[in-house]
Structure formats: structure tokens, C-alpha cells
């Protein structure tokens, strides 16, 4: 029993981890988009 537990947890480990990286990199990707659109109305603007 202890054996399957523990092969549990060692396969979770990748897939949890995964989806903080896939979390932290959308986060990266929202942040290049804000400043994308800020630069953008900067420059609508004349500034």
C-alpha cells in the first residue's frame, strides 16, 4: 500500500508542478499584452 502511495505521489509531482508553470507563464503573457496595449494608446495619443 505504501509502495502505491508513494508512486501516486511521484506521478502527481510533474503534473501539479505543470500547472503552475502553465499558471506563471499565462500571467507572463498577460503582462507582455497590458503593456503592449499601453504602449499602444501612448502612442495614439502623440505621447
Known sequence: MRKMIFAAL???A???SACNTVEGAGKDVAKVGD?????????????
Open 10 to 12: 511521484l506521478l502527481a
Open 35 to 47: 503593456h503592449i496595449s499601453d504602449r499602444a494608446e501612448q502612442v495614439k495619443d502623440g505621447n
Open 14 to 16: 510533474p503534473i501539479i
